[in-house]
């Protein structure tokens, strides 16, 4: 058998479904409809960072030729936000603005030029309020509110939280040697290459339509019923081609609303596109998060605890925050055993735009901070780094103290194979002055194991319809926003009814058309919707079979499909054409018509929080990094970088090494030179030429390796492959820098002028760090004390090999690619917090 | 106030009237319907508008179209020929270069460029050649080996031998 298996294209390098398409224009982005009578919209947005409104007059906006509507708040009275518990977001502000960017009023007009006309037309009076600007004043500042919620004790917070598992006292008491260190992982944007965009109208018939560039068009849906105050039926949502998302976006946006809006007052079809400048306001990128480290090990480099505590700056808005506040502290335990771990998270309120999911979501800044002091325990140790990773490395089908359900997991062959295709253990520490290499592992969900909104309805649903000329047309709400989702639907169905993933006609993310998909975010659509695929595509297989069967009179379990043909397996020159099957199956049955839906099997831990964490199957990565760091400049220059991802099984390899290559491209930009930076409130740069982004001349060249661990849930064993490889990137680049140089940046971005800084304090005889001196003290709740699963003492056990840790597999855990636990629930509990 | 125009797009010669003050990308966007060329920051900072006049790439948001008037313009829907496929169109969709896609056009035509004077250019000047042109999906690393391929396909080894 070859590696790929039996199968004709799982697995295998094949071209995307929708590649031609996007090489010739002929790919619509939202921004490219033009509807007859369409005007243009635009949004008038606060200047100041943190301010009451005290006159807001459109009269004169409203009076100018070529204008047709002119809303504020008041038309829109209702709040929105992603999250269920954080409605917190006003369409346009009525009261009070929170950050530079926040939207006041919006405007249609007959064109571009007088709707920006007719906002600066708008008269707006503010009273100024103080303004909190960072993670620090958030905390300590207490005369100033931004929201009028919070969990407290302080008025910015949002959300407080604190966990513990295990017996950290006895941990910490075991370990031979305690570090305590401290982070800070710098916010940046999703820069995706096209603003976001939004189209709508309203018809006679009383229904709403909106093109947008959207991730999440069901959650786009929810909103807009809700803010409109229309049922969801009378709205209908299309994502349009997503031109780079990472994240960006996946919350509904005011203007996606006020398009709306303003189509339903003018009876014509509105465009609100964002210029650049806008998308860096309306942001929901990277939390910037300060982190503090407590993690003890034994002698032989194994971990007995880890304390964590992460202040995250929010911005002004709830966004995704209260996941992303748990995501700081949830995966630490997916990679290492830790047997005693507790994690505090404070997420602030500042007067800066709204944070939010941004590739990797809340788990690159913990990854960065625990790769970096496992780096640094390593040397303390004398020991080598990858054996300090191998050494605490989990294993398949365990549990974590956390409670995480581990199934599939490469990540101890990642680690193997990335150090020999680098040639880590010749290299690392034994290069000239200059050069390094450092190593760090991660992993990542293969989609959130709980739905935003708490139900228990499927994740993910595919419709599947052939035609008696044996056209095979496939519904379903996931959309494309470059990771290849419809291709992986096109191929998962052609594998299974043996066509061409080309010839796999796709309809996606309408939701008049198609049946949900809760979106592209948290690696979910590879893993959620490819297993409703494949549940559609073997149901209507089994139809075919079916059919032909009788006509044949061949048992269906001697037939097979394969090359656009039915035929009997013992005698292939016997059979039908996928046509004249379908035609068959269609007499039989009447029209053909399947449905496969995927749920995630029940994942949440005992505790509240969590709800952030689980998944059905992590992937895993492991990357080496090489650089070369000129003293004079302080410059670092990725040579290289090597990168080993346990994917499960591949279902397009040309996709799979993309996602990866991309990932390490994001992660470079993350670790050298992106940062969503203000002053005074305003934005320092932005600009696509002055917010640094890695170009052609930048990228180094990656060996991607692919680990195929074929996890028991995945459709045909596939998992993750867009977001955890970004994960691993920014920690091995700065261990590398400390291995050329000698000098710890426990900061990111790694830019010139730190290493520099680093440098030169060393010289003096300082330690060579820049980095955070401390965490401002700040009042964590009480934790709340959770016990580990049953057998967590086990990692103590003097006796135990290395490969401890919690049996954890589930009784019905499925062998071999199969659905699981897509049955309807019987009983409901309680929406774990955070979701 | 508006203008005349006259432009060579593509092969074709097409009339315009446009208020004076408009782009090229505006233009050809909003008045010709040659919605495949892109705009990601309307400042001539990220290469997304790339469109060639005369052969050369010229950035569409930061030039006027009353000065191109003369010359040969070419988009994005200008690089098939009939129905077929430029090199670079196919290999970009074969080595999945194009990810979202959204940069794709604007790269194509900067390559396009660069192999139209150098047919088996170096991998660095490639790289060099485009990167004025941003792409936040791909990591370039696809990108240039499609431009290998596309090239050596171009000088007939047809497999990029």
Redesign the interface.
């Known amino acids: 058998m070859s590696p790929q298996g039996d199968f004709r294209i799982i697995g295998r390098p094949w071209?995307?479904v929708?590649?031609?398409?996007?090489?010739?224009?002929?790919?619509?982005?939202a921004?490219?409809l033009?509807l007859p009578r369409m005007l243009y919209g635009k949004l008038l947005r606060s200047h100041l960072p943190h301010a009451r409104l005290t006159t807001l007059d459109v009269s004169r906006a409203r009076a100018l030729p070529g204008v047709y509507a002119v809303i504020t708040g008041a038309d829109l009275p209702v709040r929105f936000g992603i999250m269920p518990s954080t409605q917190d977001e006003e369409t346009l502000c009525r009261e009070k603005v929170r950050y530079v960017g926040d939207p006041i009023a919006a405007v249609a007009a007959v064109d571009e030029?007088t709707a920006e006309r007719a906002c600066e037309a708008i008269a707006v009076e503010y009273e100024p309020l103080p303004a909190v600007m960072s993670i620090e004043d958030a905390i300590g500042d207490t005369s100033v509110r931004i929201q009028e919620y919070g969990d407290g004790p302080a008025p910015n917070v949002h959300k407080n939280v604190s966990l513990e598992f295990g017996d950290l006292g006895r941990g910490f008491a075991e370990a031979d040697l305690v570090r305590e260190d401290v982070f800070f992982f710098e916010g940046s944007n999703?820069?995706?290459?096209?603003?976001h965009s939004a189209v709508a109208q309203h018809d006679a018939g009383g229904r709403v339509t909106l093109w947008t560039s959207t991730q999440t068009p069901h959650y786009v849906h929810r909103a807009l019923a809700k803010v409109l105050e229309l049922p969801m039926s009378r709205i209908r949502v299309i994502a349009t081609?997503?031109?780079?998302?990472?994240g960006g976006k996946s919350d509904p946006f005011s203007h996606e609303i006020c398009a709306a809006k303003l189509a339903m007052i003018t009876g014509r079809p509105v465009k609100i596109t964002l210029?650049?400048e806008e998308v860096f306001y309306a942001h929901r990128g990277r939390h910037p998060v300060l982190m503090w480290f407590r993690t003890g090990v034994r002698r032989d480099g194994r971990i007995t605890a880890c304390h964590v505590k992460t202040f995250l700056d929010g911005g002004a808005y709830g966004s995704y925050g209260i996941a992303t506040t748990y995501y700081t502290g949830a995966l630490q335990t997916v990679t290492y055993k830790i047997p005693a771990y507790k994690f505090e998270g404070v997420r602030l309120w500042t007067n800066k735009p709204p944070c939010g999911p941004k590739r990797g979501h809340g788990t690159p800044q913990p990854r960065f901070a625990i790769e970096v002091q496992l780096d640094k325990l390593a040397a303390d140790l004398g020991c080598d780094p990858a054996a300090i990773r191998q050494v605490n490395a989990t294993d398949p089908f365990t549990r974590t103290v956390n409670h995480l359900r581990i199934t599939s997991n490469g990540l101890r062959e990642c680690i193997e194979r990335v150090v020999a295709a680098s040639g880590f253990h010749d290299r690392h520490g034994r290069q000239p002055a200059g050069r390094g290499m450092g190593l760090a592992v991660s992993a990542y969900l293969s989609g959130a194991g709980l739905p935003i909104y708490w139900n228990d309805m499927p994740h993910s649903e595919v419709q599947i319809r052939v035609d008696r000329g044996g056209g095979v047309m496939v519904s379903c709400g996931a959309i494309d926003?470059?990771?290849?989702s419809d291709s992986v639907l096109a191929g998962i169905i052609a594998e299974v009814l043996g066509l061409d993933p080309r010839e796999i006609s796709l309809v996606t993310a309408d939701t008049d058309l198609t049946p949900v998909d809760l979106g592209s975010y948290s690696s979910r659509v590879t893993f959620m919707a490819g297993n409703a695929a494949l549940q559609a595509a073997r149901k209507m297989r089994d139809l075919l079979l079916a059919a032909a069967s009788e006509h044949l009179g061949v048992e269906p379990d001697g037939l097979a499909v394969g090359d656009h043909r039915v035929y009997a397996v013992e005698n292939p020159e016997r059979g039908v054409s996928f046509p004249a099957a379908a035609g068959l199956a269609e007499a039989m049955f009447g029209t053909l018509v399947t449905v496969g839906s995927y749920t995630p099997p029940r994942l949440a831990g005992p505790y509240k929080g969590s709800g952030v964490g689980p998944s059905p199957a992590y992937s895993f990565s492991a990357c080496v990094a090489e650089v070369t760091v000129d003293a004079a400049t302080g410059d670092v220059r990725v040579e290289k970088v090597w990168i080993a991802h346990d994917i499960g099984r591949a279902i397009n390899e040309?996709?799979v090494?993309?996602q990866i290559?991309?990932?390490?491209?994001?992660g470079l930009g993350e670790a050298l030179m992106e940062e969503q930076i203000f002053r005074k409130g305003l934005h320092k740069i932005p600009?696509?030429?002055e917010y640094k982004?890695p170009?052609?001349?930048e990228?180094p060249?990656?060996e991607t390796i692919l680990v195929t661990t074929d996890d028991p849930e995945g459709p045909f064993g596939a998992k993750e492959a867009g977001q955890g490889p970004l994960l691993p990137v920014i920690p091995a680049v700065a261990n590398a820098v400390y291995d050329a140089v000698g000098v710890r940046i426990d900061e990111v971005p790694i830019t010139p002028d730190k290493v520099l800084a680093a440098l030169e304090q060393k010289a003096k005889g300082g330690q060579g760090r820049v980095g955070p001196a401390g965490i401002p003290p700040f009042p964590f709740r009480d934790p709340l004390r959770v016990e580990p699963p049953a057998g967590w003492d086990a990692p103590w056990r003097p006796d135990l090999s290395i490969a401890g840790g919690a049996g954890g597999l589930p009784q019905d855990l499925h062998a071999g690619t199969a659905l699981s636990d897509a049955k309807p629930r019987g009983d409901r509990r309680e929406a774990p917090e955070g979701l | 106030m508006k203008v005349a125009l006259t432009l060579r797009v593509n092969g074709e010669t097409r009339d315009v009237i446009a208020a004076v003050h408009k782009t090229l990308l505006e233009v050809l966007r909003e008045d010709l319907g040659l919605t495949g060329t892109k705009h990601g920051c309307e400042l001539g900072e990220c290469g997304t508008c790339t469109v060639l006049v005369a052969g050369t790439p010229v950035l569409s948001c930061l030039t006027l179209p009353v000065d191109v008037q003369d010359q040969e313009i070419t988009t994005v829907e200008g690089l098939a020929r009939g129905g077929d496929l430029h090199p670079l169109q196919v290999a970009f969709s074969e080595l999945g270069a194009a990810q979202c896609g959204y940069c794709t056009p604007g790269i194509l035509l900067a390559a396009k460029a660069l192999l139209d004077r150098t047919p088996a250019p170096a991998r660095e000047d490639v790289a060099a050649h485009l990167a004025g042109n941003l792409c936040r999906c791909t990591g370039y690393l696809k990108i240039l080996e499609a431009v290998d391929l596309a090239a050596a396909r171009m000088r007939g080894e047809e497999d990029g031998e």
């Open positions: 071209t995307r929708d590649g031609p398409g996007k090489t010739t224009g002929e790919a619509r982005y921004d490219d033009f030029e999703h820069l995706p290459m096209e603003q081609p997503v031109g780079g998302g990472f210029t650049r926003i470059g990771q290849g040309t996709l090494i993309g290559e991309g990932s390490v491209y994001m600009s696509m030429l982004s170009t052609f001349l990228m060249p990656v």
